[in-house]
């Protein structure tokens, strides 16, 4: 017998790099950790890099991200919430412009998480890619929770090349984030990153202070938007800028905006 989904929220995992397995990877710990809960589908950028590591690629990543639900749109009844599936949230606030749903993100979701469950508020980040450092730091800054933040710690390698070498990547990750803990005294550690979903569990027990997975904060918080959230009215269409160059179904969409 097929199960009834209709009680269940739909949440949408919008990943806004262009690797089809990264979108795979989150959606498939989404699934994981929400279960029943919810019915989750996901989508991958059509333009852009094929993992985000650079400012040029998270600027990019942003236009991306709208283009990909635009798209998504166009075919697709709207969804309960929007999961941003990278860590780093680019586009974050022009999505929750152009969206009908609530949106968050994993870099969102993964600092609200770590305030409510630090004793003096305060945490860190380890995450892969050193270009990474100051673009969370804005995020946090953006935010409001750049007072919560003790310390970013990136290790050389992309969240792209721990995903795909996790032998290497967990002792190393592991190290950061004792590293992390002991220079900044944070009360907890996240370890952000979409390629990272799931390792956090993996190393708990050889880092002394709790680690928060970016991902599974990030369902968690989506699917709470998906309760909780007032169902959007039908935005007003105006006389708004005039785009050239963007595709049929973002331009569409902007149009109502």
């Given at each position: 017998?097929?199960?009834?989904?209709?009680?269940?929220?739909?949440?949408?995992?919008?990943?806004?790099?262009?690797?089809?397995?990264?979108?795979?990877?989150?959606?498939?710990?989404?699934?994981?950790?929400?279960?029943?809960?919810?019915?989750?589908?996901?989508?991958?950028?059509?333009?852009?890099?094929?993992?985000?590591?650079?400012?040029?690629?998270?600027?990019?990543?942003?236009?991306?991200?709208?283009?990909a639900w635009a798209a998504y749109r166009a075919q697709s009844s709207r969804p309960d919430a929007l999961l941003l599936g990278c860590f780093g949230d680019p586009g974050l606030f022009a999505l929750r412009e152009?969206?009908?749903?609530?949106?968050?993100?994993?870099?969102?979701?993964?600092?609200?998480?770590?305030?409510?469950?630090?004793?003096?508020?305060?945490?860190?980040?380890?995450?892969?890619?050193?270009?990474?450092?100051?673009?969370?730091?804005?995020?946090?800054?953006?935010?409001?929770?750049?007072?919560?933040?003790?310390?970013?710690?990136?290790?050389?390698?992309?969240?792209?090349?721990?995903?795909a070498d996790p032998a290497t990547a967990l002792p190393l990750l592991a190290h950061a984030c004792r590293e992390a803990a002991h220079a900044t005294g944070a009360d907890c550690i996240i370890l952000g990153g979409?390629?990272?979903?799931?390792?956090?569990?993996?190393?708990?027990?050889?880092?002394?202070?709790?680690?928060?997975?970016?991902?599974?904060?990030?369902?968690?918080?989506?699917?709470?938007?998906?309760?909780?959230?007032?169902?959007?009215?039908?935005?007003?269409?105006?006389?708004?800028?005039?785009?050239?160059?963007?595709?049929?179904?973002?331009?569409?969409?902007?149009?109502?905006?």
């Open positions: 017998m097929t199960p009834d989904t209709s009680a269940r929220r739909r949440l949408l995992v919008l990943n806004p790099n262009t690797s089809a397995s990264v979108t795979a990877l989150v959606l498939g710990h989404v699934r994981g950790e929400l279960g029943q809960r919810a019915v989750v589908d996901g989508v991958t950028a059509r333009l852009g890099a094929a993992y985000i590591a650079t400012e040029a690629a998270c600027a990019i990543a942003g236009h991306a991200a709208l283009d152009l969206c009908d749903c609530p949106v968050t993100g994993l870099a969102e979701a993964a600092f609200l998480q770590a305030v409510r469950q630090s004793a003096a508020g305060r945490f860190a980040i380890v995450t892969g890619g050193a270009a990474w450092a100051p673009m969370l730091r804005r995020l946090a800054q953006a935010l409001g929770v750049a007072d919560a933040l003790a310390g970013v710690h990136t290790v050389a390698p992309s969240g792209a090349q721990l995903a979409a390629g990272l979903a799931g390792m956090a569990a993996r190393i708990q027990a050889d880092v002394g202070v709790p680690l928060i997975d970016s991902v599974s904060a990030g369902a968690a918080h989506a699917l709470q938007l998906a309760h909780t959230a007032t169902p959007p009215g039908t935005p007003a269409s105006g006389d708004g800028p005039q785009w050239l160059g963007l595709s049929a179904e973002l331009d569409a969409a902007l149009a109502k905006h």
